[in-house]
T-cell receptor, first 112, second 111 residues
Framework: DGGITQSPKYLFRKEGQNVTLSCEQN?????MYWYRQDPGQGLRLIYY?????DFQKGDIAEGYSVSREKKESFPLTVTSAQKNPTAFYLC???WGGGSEQFFGPGTRLTVL | SQQGEEDPQALSIQEGENATMNCSYK?????LQWYRQNSGRGLVHLIL?????REKHSGRLRVTLDTSKKSSSLLITASRAADTASYFC???????????FGTGTRLQVFP
């Protein structure tokens, strides 16, 4: 099955800890994106990557880091510098020649 | 920065009725897309309308685009309880690879 997967579905973190959210796609898409969604709100772009070994900051990159070592993988690290990390995180991918984004099921991160 | 603003924020209707949601945006676009999100899930792409199109249909969905007013509407006809979800518009700002999402409309369809 082709698709985009995120793990884990739920993640709990203590304050001061870094955590890494996984995003994998087997759609052979060039571009990948990370969004943050807070309750009752739209999506805000954290980071995006158009090709391997290259990525750009989105609107709310502070306190987050990413890597793109492989085409199919785009992990997001939420660092201790992110002051309010509790949120729903969504990963998406896009074929280079298209506009539609394909989303994963999301990871809900809760800071205890 | 969020470019799209949608109204209403929430909409409750009975099965069989039509649901209309509106989206406004701020800058020039190549296209506008509508996505659906079931509670606690990822988004699913519904339909894309290009800046040179005025209306597009897909099944029970009808989308209009007015670039002079920088606005779009999504009409769901003959709604079903399974249409209950949040609906988001998204615009790709001209010459970027990013989508800017609206704040969404929460649709509740009662059986």
């Amino acid at each position: 099955d082709g698709g985009i997967t995120q793990s884990p579905k739920y993640l709990f973190r203590k304050e001061g800890q870094n955590v890494t959210l996984s995003c994998e796609q087997n759609l052979n898409h060039d571009a990948m994106y990370w969004y943050r969604q807070d309750p009752g709100q739209g999506l805000r772009l954290i980071y995006y990557s158009q090709i391997v070994n290259d990525f750009q900051k989105g609107d709310i990159a502070e306190g987050y880091s990413v890597s793109r070592e492989k085409k199919e993988s785009f992990p997001l690290t939420v660092t201790s510098a992110q002051k309010n990390p509790t949120a729903f995180y969504l990963c998406a991918s896009r074929w280079g020649g298209g506009s539609e984004q394909f989303f994963g099921p999301g990871t809900r991160l809760t800071v205890l | 920065s969020q470019q799209g603003e949608e109204d209403p924020q929430a909409l409750s209707i009975q099965e069989g009725e039509n649901a209309t949601m509106n989206c406004s945006y701020k800058t020039s676009i190549n296209n506008l897309q509508w996505y659906r999100q079931n509670s606690g899930r990822g988004l699913v792409h519904l339909i894309l309308i290009r800046s040179n199109e005025r209306e597009k249909h897909s099944g029970r969905l009808r989308v209009t685009l007015d670039t002079s007013k920088k606005s779009s509407s999504l009409l769901i006809t003959a709604s079903r309880a399974a249409d209950t979800a949040s609906y988001f518009c998204a615009t790709d700002a001209y010459n970027t690879d990013k989508l800017i999402f609206g704040t969404g409309t929460r649709l509740q369809v009662f059986p």
